[in-house]
Nanobody, 121 residues
Framework: QVQLVESGGGLVQPGGSLRLSCAASGSIVSIALMAWYRQPPGKQRELVAQSTGSGATSYADSVKGRFAISSDYAKNTVYLQMNSLKPEDTAVYYC???????????????WGQGTQVTVSS
C-alpha cells in the first residue's frame, strides 16, 4: 500500500520561509515524477512545482524564483522550499506522485492528505 505523507506546513509571516517534505512509503519500484499542488480557499487545486524521475523541474509562474523543488528518490522523498512567502500563497499543499508499486507493477497516481500553509501577519 503506497502512501504519501506531507509535513512542514504551518503559519508564517509574509516574507518568511517554510520547507515542505513528502515521503512516499510502500513497495515502490520506480518514480516517474513527484509534484506539489496547492488549493487556496475557495479556489481550484493548481500545480505549484514538479520534479521528474530524470531530475527535470518546472514551476508555476506565480512561484518562480521563490520556491524550489528538490528530490531524493533514493529515499522516495520530495521537498518544497518556499521563500519570500506572500499571503496569496496561503493554501492546502498536496503532494502528488506518479509511481510504480510492486503490488501492481503499473504506474499510478497518488495523493497525500495535504498540509496547511498560512501566510499572515
Amino acid at each position: 500500500q503506497v502512501q504519501l505523507v506531507e509535513s512542514g506546513g504551518g503559519l508564517v509571516q509574509p516574507g518568511g520561509s517554510l520547507r515542505l517534505s513528502c515521503a512516499a512509503s510502500g513497495s515502490i519500484v520506480s518514480i516517474a515524477l513527484m509534484a506539489w499542488y496547492r488549493q487556496p480557499p475557495g479556489k481550484q487545486r493548481e500545480l505549484v512545482a514538479q520534479s521528474t524521475g530524470s531530475g527535470a523541474t518546472s514551476y508555476a509562474d506565480s512561484v518562480k524564483g521563490r520556491f524550489a523543488i528538490s528530490s531524493d528518490y533514493a529515499k522516495n522523498t520530495v521537498y518544497l522550499q518556499m521563500n519570500s512567502l506572500k499571503p496569496e500563497d496561503t493554501a492546502v499543499y498536496y503532494c502528488y506522485a506518479v509511481l510504480r508499486s510492486a503490488a501492481t507493477m503499473l504506474f499510478q497516481n497518488y495523493w497525500g492528505q495535504g498540509t496547511q500553509v498560512t501566510v499572515s501577519s
